[in-house]
């Protein structure tokens, strides 16, 4: 693969970026989390009793990375995490979800209903595509009813073809029925 980059993988959680970035390792892509790198870059908070999240300080790790991912990684590169694409990365792949499947992946993980239901929402809203930058490739695959390995195939087309650019009025809209094509 040709112009080696790091891509943000990027999705409401359960919309399966932890599955598809370990059949991508399998692939031999390096992958790195945005959890691990703000914990690495000491840009995240202890956990909130709340909800159980560790607040990361998105914007100072972008800062810091901007510096340190000067140069391209030797290898093609996942960033496994909901706000992947908020980072220095030179294209975004967004997993989408059926907003029911969604809440019962969510619920299976025991999440609190309000975490489920704020989870769901920015699923149905289109959550990463909201903070859409046109200044890199950014492409969706749809994870409700398709295999793991048949999205890791797709990005790889994608790659391969040469990062195509989708925009925001070509996403999958679950207002409007969703696609579930791809």
């Not at 901007?66 to 990684?73: F, R």
């Not at 093609?76 to 975004?92: E, R």
């Not at 969706?140 to 790659?159: A, D, G, H, M, Q």
């Not at 040469?162 to 579930?180: N, Q």
């Amino acid at each position: 693969m040709q112009g080696m980059r790091r891509l943000g993988l990027t999705g409401a959680p359960g919309s399966g970026k932890t599955t598809i970035a370990e059949v991508l390792r399998e692939g031999g892509f390096d992958i790195l989390t945005v959890e691990s790198l703000a914990s690495e870059n000491e840009c995240i908070d202890a956990e909130d009793p709340r909800d159980g999240a560790r607040p990361i300080d998105i914007v100072k790790l972008k800062t810091i990375l901007v510096e340190a991912w000067a140069d391209p990684p030797k290898k093609m590169t996942i960033v496994d995490g909901h706000l992947s694409h908020l980072l220095p990365v030179g294209g975004v792949i967004v997993l989408r979800c059926d907003p029911e499947i969604l809440r019962d992946r969510l619920v299976s993980r025991d999440y609190s209903e309000s975490k489920v239901d704020s989870n769901v929402e920015w699923e149905f809203i289109g959550g990463a595509w909201n903070e859409y930058n046109p200044n890199i490739p950014w492409t969706e695959f749809e994870t409700s009813k398709n295999s793991p390995v048949s999205i890791v195939e797709l990005i790889r087309s994608w790659i391969s073809d040469g990062f195509k650019h989708d925009a925001p009025d070509t996403a999958i809209d679950w207002v409007e029925g969703g696609t579930g094509d791809v």
